[in-house]
Structures are given as structure tokens and as C-alpha cells.
């Protein structure tokens, strides 16, 4: 079984500053990592993926995130925060193992960043 | 291309009725899912089609829920007797094959039940 552990249901930054949003998995198989991102009254969007190639991953609008499997962690992160980069992200697992990849979801960090 | 396109965008019903949802997949896209996102129990998996093999149903919260998908495309997700607890907002995602890890959300319809 796979589950997904996202620290922090919120994380205040200003405009300029770092972003770290936190996530462990738990997975007995290798797994699948997301990193989708939600914006207001809107579904979800795909920020990156970890399938098993490099270890850092490169996203869309400058995110990116480290698989460590010592740590089993999937942080996500950002050099320097943006206005619109307020939202809900949302950290999600899929086992590699099955017939399909169903995705179990952490339960979403909401992101705020002050000018 | 267009994504994946969900109606209504909005639903507003009474405890009791029966409601459907329906999602329109990304073209090409075989397999298709459906999620619900709820304030008490975050974004859970409901069921999964693959072409016109038989569903996943293993997510589906109780026998009032039910899905189908038409010639392996458009798919409707009906909900019987509508309850409270059933409010949430219901996504539907697609993905292509030999890339299932990668799924595609729709925007999602907001099911409201009074």
C-alpha cells in the first residue's frame, strides 16, 4: 500500500523567498512521485514527475524536487516565490506494480506568498 | 488539444435525487478516472476505466455510486439518492497508453447537495 505525508496543511512566504513544501511517501514497491498544483476553482495540474530516471526533477514554473530514497522524501522547491505561484499543491504516489496507476494524494499544502 | 472537459461545471440538488457528472477524456486517452475532493476526506480515487475493459470499482464509497464509460470514451459518473456527505467536487482524469503514471485533470464539477 502506498500513502503519502505532505507537513504543514499551510506555508507563508514573501515574494522573493524560498519556497520548501514537504513530502514523505511510503511505498512497498518502487513508486511513482507527482507534484500537482491547484488553483482556485480549478481541477488539478501536473507540476513534475518522479518515474525512476534522475532523482531531481525538473518542473513547470521553475519547481523542481528531489526524490531521496534514504529519506523516502519528495520535497518540492522553488528559488524565488512569485505572487501567482499562491495555491494548493498537492503531493501524490502511485505504485509501480499495478495494472494501472491509481494515485493516492497527501492532503495538499496551501501556499501564500505576501508581497 | 483540448483537455479533459467535465459537466456541469456546478450541480445544486436535494438530499434524495439522483445525479449524474460527466467527463469527456483527452482524444487518444485510454484510460480514464474519476476522483472526488471533500473537505473531510481530501482527494480519494473512485473508480478507473481502460478502453472497454471492466471498471476498478474498488474506490467507490457506497453501491449509490456508479459509473460507465461509452465506447471507450465520454464517461458518466451517477450518484443515486443523493446525501449530504456526498457534497464535494467530483475530477476526472485521463491519461495515454504506455504513459498511465502521467494523468490529466479536467476542472472538475462542484456537486452541492442541500
Known amino acids: 500500500a502506498q500513502s503519502v505525508t505532505q507537513l504543514g496543511s499551510h506555508v507563508s512566504v514573501s515574494e522573493g523567498a524560498l519556497v520548501l513544501l514537504r513530502c514523505n511517501y511510503s511505498?512497498?514497491?518502487?513508486?511513482?512521485l507527482f507534484w500537482y498544483v491547484q488553483y482556485p476553482n480549478q481541477g488539478l495540474q501536473l507540476l513534475l514527475k518522479?518515474?525512476?530516471?534522475?532523482?531531481l526533477v525538473k518542473g513547470i514554473n521553475g519547481f523542481e524536487a528531489e526524490f531521496k530514497k534514504s529519506e523516502t522524501s519528495f520535497h518540492l522547491t522553488k528559488p524565488s516565490a512569485h505572487m501567482s505561484d499562491a495555491a494548493e499543491y498537492f503531493c501524490?504516489?502511485?505504485?509501480?506494480?499495478?495494472?494501472?496507476?491509481?494515485?493516492?494524494f497527501g492532503t495538499g499544502t496551501r501556499l501564500l506568498v505576501s508581497p | 488539444g483540448a483537455g479533459v472537459s467535465q459537466s456541469p461545471s456546478n450541480k445544486v440538488t436535494e438530499k434524495g435525487k439522483d445525479v449524474e457528472l460527466r467527463c469527456d477524456p483527452i482524444?487518444?486517452?485510454?484510460?480514464l478516472y474519476w476522483y472526488r475532493q471533500s473537505l473531510g476526506q481530501g482527494l480519494e480515487f473512485l473508480i478507473y476505466?481502460?478502453?472497454?475493459?471492466?471498471?476498478?470499482k474498488s474506490g467507490l464509497p457506497s453501491d449509490r455510486f456508479s459509473a460507465e464509460r461509452t465506447g471507450g470514451s465520454v464517461s458518466t459518473l451517477t450518484i443515486q439518492r443523493t446525501q449530504q456527505e456526498d457534497s464535494a467536487v467530483y475530477l476526472c482524469?485521463?491519461?495515454?497508453?504506455?504513459?498511465?503514471?502521467?494523468?490529466?485533470f479536467g476542472p472538475g464539477t462542484r456537486l452541492l447537495v442541500l
Open positions: 482524469a485521463s491519461s495515454y497508453p504506455g504513459q498511465q503514471e502521467t494523468q490529466y
Open positions: 476505466f481502460q478502453g472497454n475493459s471492466a471498471p476498478d
Open positions: 518522479y518515474t525512476s530516471a534522475a532523482t
Open positions: 482524444s487518444g486517452h485510454t484510460a
Open positions: 501524490a504516489v502511485s505504485a509501480t506494480n499495478t495494472g494501472f496507476q491509481k494515485l493516492v
Open positions: 511505498s512497498s514497491v518502487p513508486p511513482y
